[in-house]
């Protein structure tokens, strides 16, 4: 299911709509891989670790690192919110 759908069945009906809902979407989404994945999942379970940093332990356990990774990807996320809005609009 694309998200130009997700944000149409979910109601959007204009670009400022589908916009909003669309970089929610993704907001979620780049938290959700912050908080779980990056600070649970990742720093202490070595099974789902990439190969290579199974060892990291320590590199893992930095929330700050993986905080500073997310932020410059906000405005990308606005990018691709006006994109599928765009989308959404267009074809629903």
């Not at 709509?17 to 070595?46: E, R, S």
């Not at 590199?59 to 906000?74: I, N």
């Amino acid at each position: 299911m694309s998200v130009s759908m997700m944000a149409h069945i979910a109601g959007a009906e204009t670009f400022v709509d589908g916009l909003l809902q669309v970089y929610g979407y993704m907001i979620v989404l780049a938290t959700f891989d912050t908080c779980f994945l990056d600070w649970v999942l990742f720093a202490n379970i070595k099974r789902v670790r990439l190969p290579g940093t199974e060892d990291m332990d320590r590199e893992y356990h930095q929330k700050w690192f993986h905080v500073k990774a997310m932020l410059p990807m906000l405005p990308v996320f606005a990018v691709g919110g006006v994109l599928v809005s765009l989308m959404m609009t267009w074809i629903w």
